[in-house]
């Protein structure tokens, strides 16, 4: 008797029922001051209203494909301004994440926002990215200024440099990488003040 047995059904389709590890990942993290309000009472006679002000608000959003990444960031942003609108971004998470009542108060600067992924997701999904080939020639060269114009922006982590110069290292594109290692260094420097 043999001590080989061929796969079964049922093995085969645990194999397949295991998380796909190439799907992409970011967080979206923003947190500042609101003001929450809430009717509580919808009487005619009187309305209560609940109100709180000076609340302090955290928001994670997962991004796990090229679609959700596009709500966040217009892929074929051509402005000469930042590639992502903080404050309509922020409006949106609270909006779409947080209980009804809730609003954003004081100034968008008091409002801390940022993209964190690993270089692995950051590359895999910039490449997932709809071309924006008016000043590129090939979709990865169109990926790494993408990248480069998010961490410019200083609303990503590290990840999102690693991930451009690997896709500059492996497609050879003609790029000043200069200009990404600055931005590696800005933020190393950045990190090291504040601690």
């Not at 509580?40 to 709180?52: F, G, K, N, Q, T």
């Amino acid at each position: 008797m043999s001590s080989d047995v061929p796969d079964t059904p049922t093995q085969r389709t645990d194999v397949q029922t295991e998380p796909d590890p190439s799907v992409a990942e970011l967080t979206v993290v923003a947190s500042g001051p609101a003001t929450f309000t809430r009717q509580v009472s919808a009487d005619e006679p009187a309305s209560i209203l609940a109100e709180h002000d000076g609340v302090s608000l955290h928001i994670e959003r997962e991004i796990r494909s090229a679609d959700a990444f596009e709500t966040v960031i217009d892929p074929t942003f051509r402005g000469g301004g930042p590639t992502v609108c903080k404050s309509i971004l922020v409006d949106d998470l609270l909006a779409d994440h947080a209980m009804d009542g809730y609003q954003r108060d004081g100034a968008i600067d008091d409002w801390s926002l940022e993209l964190t992924g690993t270089a692995t997701d950051w590359k895999q999904l910039a490449l997932e990215l709809v071309p924006d080939l008016h000043r590129c020639a090939t979709d990865e060269a169109a990926a790494v200024t993408r990248l480069r114009k998010l961490t410019a922006d200083g609303i990503t982590n590290d990840g999102a440099v690693l991930a451009a110069l690997d896709i500059v290292d492996q497609h050879g594109i003609d790029t000043n990488r200069d200009r990404l290692t600055e931005l590696l260094t800005d933020s190393e420097d950045e990190n090291e003040s504040v601690s």
